[in-house]
């Protein structure tokens, strides 16, 4: 679809390919497999010769309608689905390292990140160094003539540090390295990497992409030479792809995403702004807010602040879990990104596997409370809170 369109429009546009019936809304296509015409055309289809459809762990009809709809909203030449977000970093790692390499990852991603290229890749000889988001230099720094690929996570969980994508974009290619953004926090609403010098973009489009928490599903966007080059083939055979079923949920959930993102960030702001007020309350962590330490650079690099706050209860893990114990709407549970509002223990739950200093060095502290706010009323919410926070 016409790129000039704007989001908005692309959100619920792009990516369509209606079958002969005509149907208004997408179609989801529920088959593991196609049928050929005859002998010839399966082998055609085979080896390449004739692009038809095969089957659905190579590509599926609304699988290819969601990819082509992110890719749309990412500004993206490719997209590949995937079955899960983590196991879109790992069709991307997978397809792009080989024993020897090396990455240079932020110190602030997602706990299951930070085992998969340390534990798993580690184990094939794959080595991990862990920066600061934050200090740009040190990324330079970690950069060795093996390495391959930097990965970053921005705003970053729990914590909502911001890293500077075009300087990062800028120090990768003077190492000779690929640029990986995971978007989840923004989605493309609110930040399009790739505009700023990125080469690859990673979902877990079980979040923002379908919003209302029903599937898992994950994406990797970039150009077709790394996408459809080199991670296709690994998707095809290896098989981490993204259920018809699954893709069809989020194509919807895409075509409200620019009015959640806004509505969940406008929320996420004003629920910030009174936490920064409360006499319970330490320190408050979202992007949006003038105290934040990155504000000038989430200004300069995003539309708004996103939907995931954090802040530190006075009175350690005993006033947090209280505070979390008390809730009688938000729901306990380490998702984000949904429409339902959700409160999570980042020290005992997402970041639990971390070892106490690896925690303790990613500023993960006893008394931390994530709030990823949905579409409630923030007056309910905040009302919520009052009462464990009390
Ligand atoms: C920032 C981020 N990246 C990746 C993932 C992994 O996504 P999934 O759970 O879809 O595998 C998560 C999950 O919480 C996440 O928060």
């Not at 459809?228 to 919807?252: C, D, H, Y």
Request: hydrophobic share 45%.
């Amino acid at each position: 679809m016409d790129e000039k369109y704007q989001l908005s429009t692309l959100g619920v546009r792009a990516g369509q390919a209606r079958t002969e019936f005509q149907e208004h809304a997408e179609a989801l296509f529920l088959t593991s497999s196609f049928v050929f015409d005859n002998a010839a055309q399966a082998q055609a289809r085979f080896v390449g010769g004739d692009p038809g459809v095969v089957y659905s762990r190579y590509t599926n009809p609304t699988v290819s309608m969601f990819q082509d709809r992110l890719a749309a909203l990412e500004g993206a030449e490719a997209c590949i689905g995937t079955a899960s977000g983590m196991s879109a970093i790992l069709a991307m790692a997978m397809s792009l390292l080989k024993s020897g390499d090396h990455i240079v990852c932020s110190a602030a991603v997602f706990g299951a990140t930070v085992q998969l290229f340390n534990t798993y890749f580690g184990r094939f000889g794959v080595e991990t160094t862990f920066v600061s988001p934050t200090r740009t230099d040190d990324w330079a720094k970690a950069a060795k003539p093996n390495t391959k690929l930097f990965f970053v996570e921005t705003p970053s969980n729990p914590l909502t540090e911001v890293s500077d994508i075009p300087a990062l974009a800028a120090i990768a290619k003077k190492a000779g390295a690929l640029l990986a953004v995971d978007n989840v926090f923004c989605t493309p609403v609110l930040q399009r990497p790739l505009e700023m010098g990125a080469d690859l973009v990673i979902h877990s489009a079980t979040k923002h992409l379908d919003g209302q928490g029903r599937v898992l599903g994950g994406a990797v966007l970039g150009p077709a030479r790394l996408v459809n080059e080199q991670m296709v083939p690994f998707l095809r055979t290896a098989g981490p792809s993204l259920s018809p079923f699954n893709a069809w949920v989020i194509l919807k959930g895409l075509e409200t995403l620019e009015l959640r993102m806004r509505a969940q960030s406008a929320a996420a702001l004003e629920l910030a702004r009174w936490l920064e007020g409360h006499r319970a309350v330490g320190r408050v962590f979202y992007p949006g807010l003038e105290s934040h330490p990155q504000y000038a650079l989430a200004s300069r690099q995003q539309k708004a602040g996103g939907a995931v706050l954090s802040f530190e209860v006075k009175g350690g893990r005993e006033a947090a879990w209280r505070l979390i114990d008390a809730s009688k709407l938000i729901s306990i549970t380490a998702n984000l990104g949904d429409v339902k509002t959700t409160i999570t223990h980042p020290a005992t739950t997402t970041h639990g596997r971390l070892s106490p200093e690896a925690r303790a060095a990613a500023g993960i502290t006893e008394g931390l409370v994530r709030v990823a706010v949905g579409l409630e009323a923030v007056a309910d919410l905040q009302t919520d809170l009052e009462s464990g926070l009390g």
